[in-house]
């Protein structure tokens, strides 16, 4: 029975040489749709629906493809199930980590805790969402080879799997946009009024053109330090452009107060005083 199970009539090679074939076929035609509808799709949230969809079709009908193929090999569903007890038994501890993988793919399409575009950090990797296939995430990676949150230009490729073992921070999954801050000392004899409100003009002007989409206007928070009193300026701004949008901000208020009589800059530094009264 067992030399009988897999034997390959003519027929039966046939009807799994013409599956192939439309598998194949297949592949490439899903390709070409998928390419077709990117270059049309206007939002995140579109472009993630288009590859998320196009792949689950893709992934369906190549299951049910080796699914009609084994069956014909193995002569009907009964050889079938004894073929596939066996096959279960012999690689179930291997595929152990795969099938968690195939597990945490389903829990990202169905629950969506990012989609392609987000912004996200993996346990201690950070980066853009590319492509989320059966088995891994692409993510194209920023900070890495630098400080702050620009673009490295590499991809970093992470298991499904982890998903299941590490925090994931999604920094768009509410919105594109995010809270950032520039903060800068000013000395207690400085005008806080006037460096509060050149910090705010700095802000409007660098973030104009999206300023009516975020949650909130530019505003700002104060506190003392021993050397003076810390003005924060609070905007939001895009996820991928904080870097950019922060330092234009901060360019912008340093032109403006170097202008101005009324506030000077504090920094940590000795000074004395000599009292000729005493």
Same mark, same amino acid.
């Given at each position: ?20 074939? !439309?598998?194949? $076929?297949?592949? =490439? +035609?899903?390709?070409?749709?998928? #390419? %077709?509808? *990117?270059?049309?799709?206007? &939002? ?12 689950? !079709?893709?992934? $369906?009908?190549? =299951? +049910?493809?080796?699914?009609?193929? #084994? %069956?014909? *090999?193995?002569?009907?569903? &009964? ?26 793919? %389903? ?172």
């Amino acid at each position: 029975m067992a030399l009988n199970l897999f034997n390959l009539q003519n027929g039966n090679l046939k009807i799994v040489l013409a599956v192939i074939f !439309i598998v194949v $076929t297949y592949t =490439f +035609l899903n390709i070409f749709i998928r #390419a %077709i509808f *990117l270059k049309k799709v206007r &939002t995140k949230k579109m472009r993630h629906n288009v590859i998320v969809f196009t792949s689950l !079709i893709s992934y $369906t009908f190549i =299951f +049910l493809a080796v699914l009609f193929i #084994a %069956i014909t *090999l193995a002569g009907g569903l &009964t050889g079938l199930g004894l073929a596939a007890g066996l096959l279960t038994a012999a690689l179930g501890w291997a595929l152990q980590r795969p099938i968690t993988g195939i597990a945490a793919w %389903i829990m990202v399409i169905s629950t969506k805790p990012f989609e392609i575009g987000d912004r996200i950090i993996v346990g201690g990797v950070r980066g853009d969402v590319i492509n989320i296939t059966l088995t891994h995430i692409y993510l194209g990676e920023f900070g890495g080879t630098i400080g702050g949150e620009e673009i490295s230009g590499r991809t970093v490729i992470i298991p499904n799997a982890v998903l299941f073992e590490q925090n994931v921070i999604n920094y768009t999954s509410q919105n594109d946009y995010i809270l950032d801050e520039v903060a800068f000392a000013i000395t207690y004899k400085s005008h806080l009024d006037l460096a509060k409100n050149i910090a705010k003009e700095a802000a409007n002007k660098v973030t104009k053109d999206f300023i009516d989409k975020v949650p909130m206007k530019p505003f700002t928070r104060s506190n003392f330090q021993p050397s003076g009193v810390d003005v924060r300026i609070r905007y939001y701004t895009g996820a991928s452009e904080r870097q950019e949008i922060n330092s234009k901000i901060t360019e912008e208020i340093f032109k403006s107060i170097m202008k101005e009589k009324k506030i000077e800059f504090a920094f940590p530094h000795t000074q004395i005083i000599w009292d000729k009264k005493k």
